[in-house]
């Protein structure tokens, strides 16, 4: 059975850093692209960025280039999604997906909740 | 980039067929087959109801199906039960960054 458990909530005050994680088990981590996914409160979906863990090509959602860095450790199938100084805006519940290829992903992590508060 | 567009919400009464719209551009919806649709409970992760414009996936019951004329995308709801109540949301990969973007959703509410 393929899972994603992703590591649980998070409170940060602005300009912390953080690091979420996602780790898959069931199927082959090295063929499958893991993406990043951020929902806002009350808010949809909108994609964040991508990595194909085999060889670590990443790509990212223009709006999110720069503010955070995904990558994927595939000696313990593991993806990350890392701030380096957060803001009141990055709170929301970020989930990781499985992607065969680089649109379409199949399974979800259940979502890891951020809250950045002062 | 912009997210596809959707009706904010939708709704129907038991049994009854609803539709709900995706539209796009060449860029996105028009020019590719990669368009899929979720499915989201309050409190819960998406889940992969239709994907390439019309597959199912093993395990999605048949009540849902997808389609795709020009840039607009559909997927329609047969048979309305209860549990069909939730969000939805279409996707689809786009040529501007080479990643997927997804709608803004639709609310569907079963009278």
């Known amino acids: 059975e393929v899972q994603l458990v992703q590591s649980g909530a998070e409170v940060k005050k602005p300009g912390e850093s953080l690091k979420i994680s996602c780790k898959a088990s069931?199927?082959?981590?090295?063929?499958?692209?893991i993406g990043w996914v951020r929902q806002m409160p009350g808010k949809g979906l909108e994609w964040m960025g991508i990595?194909?863990?085999?060889?670590?090509?990443?790509r990212y959602n223009p709006s999110f280039q720069g503010q955070v860095n995904i990558s994927a450790d595939k000696s313990i199938n593991t993806a990350y999604l890392q701030w380096s100084s957060l803001r009141a805006s990055d709170t929301a519940m970020y989930y990781c997906?499985?992607?065969?290829?680089?649109?379409?992903?199949?399974?979800w992590g259940q979502g890891t909740q951020v809250i950045v508060a002062s | 980039q912009s997210a596809l567009t959707q009706p904010a919400s939708v709704s129907g009464s038991p049994g009854q067929s609803i539709t709900i719209s995706c539209t796009g551009t060449?860029?996105?919806?028009?020019?590719?087959?990669?368009v899929s649709w979720y499915q989201q409970h309050p409190g819960k992760a998406p889940k992969l109801l239709i994907y390439?414009?019309?597959n199912r996936p093993s395990g999605v019951s048949n009540r849902f199906s997808g389609s795709k004329s020009g840039n607009t995308a559909s997927l329609t709801i047969s048979g309305l039960q209860a549990e069909d109540e939730a969000d939805y949301y279409c996707?689809?990969?786009?040529?501007?960054?080479?990643?997927?973007?997804f709608g803004g959703g639709t609310k569907v509410t079963v009278l």
């Open positions: 069931g199927y082959s981590f090295t063929d499958y692209w």
């Open positions: 390439d414009v019309s």
């Open positions: 997906a499985r992607s065969p290829t680089v649109t379409t992903p199949d399974s």
């Open positions: 996707s689809s990969y786009t040529a501007i960054s080479a990643l997927e973007v």
């Open positions: 990595i194909y863990v085999h060889d670590s090509d990443t």
């Open positions: 060449r860029s996105d919806v028009g020019g590719y087959k990669y």
